[in-house]
């Protein structure tokens, strides 16, 4: 949902940081606040998604996974995807800002419906802008497409697995694994 404010990036983050705002998650897109919201699946789809990233991530030590409440600037845009990956050659330490200011290696974008394709493709190009490499997951056509800076686009569908290309060399995760099926409990071994 957009509120129909239209504020600069100072302004917003003045006006995010108020008591009353604080516990409600905004992006900046264009100028124009928007409120986060998402939906139970595109919620689990998007913290599946971060714990493959960490299962991969921590071993190795190779820096920080953020989950749906982790802000990042991008220009005058202040964008929360839904999880990403911020190396630490790219940032040592961790921001405690409320955005953090150097942008991730890698951000997912898990669409829900209140997206609209606008903003996803405002947030692409501007994710491509700063560097960062970009995977726009849609779970009603269970299909990821993979946005790197400099590449064109790749569709990504049930019968593919996605790497970690020059990001996360090494990182593989077959796209089955992202939407495998949730309609049904695990069978109780002890019944």
């Known amino acids: 949902m957009t509120l129909i404010a239209r504020m600069t990036a100072a302004e917003f983050e003045r006006w995010a940081d108020l ?4 516990d409600r998650l905004f992006e900046l897109i264009n ?6 919201t998402s939906n139970d699946y595109s919620s689990e789809l998007a913290i599946l998604i971060g714990h493959y990233l960490l299962a991969f991530v921590l071993p190795r030590n190779l820096g ?9 600037m991008f220009g005058e845009d202040r964008y929360i995807p839904d999880c990403a990956y911020i190396s630490y050659a790219r940032q040592a330490a961790p921001s405690f800002k409320g955005y953090n200011p150097t942008p991730p290696d890698l951000a997912v974008e898990v669409l ?14 501007n994710y491509l802008r700063a560097g960062t490499v970009v995977w726009v997951v849609d779970p009603q056509a269970q299909r990821a497409t993979v946005y790197a800076p400099d590449a064109a686009p790749k569709l990504h569908t049930l ?3 996605i790497d970690g290309g020059d990001v996360l060399p090494g990182f593989t995760l077959p796209v089955q694994q992202i939407f495998r099926s949730t309609d049904a409990p695990p069978a109780n ?3």
């Open 189 to 191: 071994p002890s019944a």
């Open 19 to 22: 008591p009353e705002n604080r």
């Open 64 to 72: 920080r996974v953020t989950g749906a409440d982790g802000g990042y």
């Open 159 to 161: 019968t593919d697995t």
């Open 31 to 36: 100028g124009e606040i928007v409120v986060v």
């Open 112 to 125: 829900s419906p209140a997206n609209t394709s606008d903003e996803i493709t405002t947030k692409v190009v």
